[in-house]
């Protein structure tokens, strides 16, 4: 059974750098068929995709936030990292993690969501 | 970046009803779509993938069709459980975006 849980802090200032932790479990992200990636929600409004890591470490960005993202993995504790700089509120968003199958699948596990406020 | 673009923005609809929702990309995108239903507080929820193959366990009310830039969810019979938000993605080639979502309401 696979699940994603995110954690980090719910309140961050403007300027701060933002890490979020996506622990997840029920598969590896070792190999390059499957994904991790990031998704954010500010409130009452629409999915933003924002990155992604493959399992050979291969990574994709958002091209409007990437200079402010860093996504990365740890193998051997089963999690996946998120650092966004330079935080602003527009930033204050519910964020999610997903897990990717392979090709030609959609996300098909996804994290609760954690919702961070910048203030 | 290819944009996703929904329509309607909302649907008003009764219980019975048969819902249809449309998604365009920007340019070709193959079958490489996905469709997502998200209720309030919840994390989305896969329903379809490659345009029109049903994740598993979606009842099979649901139902996706298109191809390049035209694509559709149907729900042949609204259910209660079904009034939500639903969105499209794409995920030919980074970035993978999401449509503006559209929502279901009684």
């Known amino acids: 059974q696979i699940t994603l849980k995110e954690s980090g802090p719910t309140l961050v200032k403007p300027t701060q750098t933002l890490t979020l932790t996506c622990a997840f479990s029920?598969?590896?992200?070792?190999?390059?068929?499957?994904?991790v990636a990031w998704i954010r929600q500010p409130p009452g409004k629409a999915l933003e995709w924002l990155t992604l890591i493959y399992g050979d470490g291969d990574e994709r960005y958002s091209p409007s936030l990437k200079s402010r993202l860093t996504i990365t993995k740890d193998t051997s504790k089963n999690q996946v990292v998120l650092t966004m700089t330079n935080m602003d509120p527009v930033d204050t968003a519910t964020y999610f993690c997903a897990h990717w199958p392979g090709y030609g699948y959609g996300l098909d596990y996804w994290g609760q969501g954690t919702l961070v406020t910048v203030s | 970046d290819i944009q996703m673009t929904q329509s309607p923005s909302t649907l008003s609809a009764s219980v019975g009803d048969r819902v249809t929702i449309t998604c365009r990309a920007s340019q070709s995108i193959s079958s490489w779509l996905a469709w997502y239903q998200q209720k309030p507080g919840q994390a989305p929820k896969l329903l379809i993938y490659k345009a029109s193959t049903l994740e598993s366990g979606v009842p099979s009310r649901f139902s996706g069709s298109g191809s390049g830039t035209e694509f559709t969810l149907t729900i042949s019979s609204l259910q209660p459980d079904d009034f939500a938000t639903y969105y499209c993605?794409?995920?030919?080639?980074?970035?993978?975006?999401f449509g503006q979502g559209t929502k279901v309401e009684i």
């Open positions: 993605q794409h995920y030919i080639s980074s970035p993978w975006t």
């Open positions: 029920g598969f590896s992200l070792s190999t390059r068929g499957a994904a």
